[in-house]
Nanobody, 115 residues
Framework: QVQLVESGGGLVQPGESLRLSCAAS????????MNWYRQAQGKERELVAT???????NYADSVKGRFTISRDNAKNTVYLQMNSLKPEDTSVYYC?????????WGQGTQVIVSS
């Protein structure tokens, strides 16, 4: 069983930065694909960034050039560095671990970007 615990959310002003962290339990982290999703109020959950086991990453067009996903396999942790935040980035951010047919989710961390 895998458990994911996110942290790092908060209230920031437009243009500021935040770094989200997601710590995973278990022993499949290093061979899993890790994703960050977000869901704004009244909207569907959307994929923000993906990092596979070899470190290759992909991003949604809306965050390219501003967000960076990274992983530390020694710490079983994935990060999302968010720079130049905009009000439209306001969402609950969820960490996801995908391994074979299994998907695990964290509880979510709230990010609010407002002046």
């Amino acid at each position: 069983q895998v458990q994911l615990v996110e942290s790092g959310g908060g209230l920031v002003q437009p243009g500021e930065s935040l770094r989200l962290s997601c710590a995973a339990s278990g022993n499949v982290f290093r061979i899993s694909t890790m994703n960050w999703y977000r869901q704004a109020q009244g909207k569907e959950r959307e994929l923000v960034a993906t990092i596979i086991s070899d470190g290759s990453a992909n991003y949604a067009d809306s965050v390219k050039g501003r967000f960076t996903i990274s992983r530390d396999n020694a710490k079983n942790t994935v990060y999302l560095q968010m720079n130049s935040l905009k009000p439209e980035d306001t969402s609950v951010y969820y960490c996801n671990l995908h391994w074979r047919l299994f998907n695990y989710w964290g509880q979510g961390t709230q990010v609010i970007v407002s002046s």
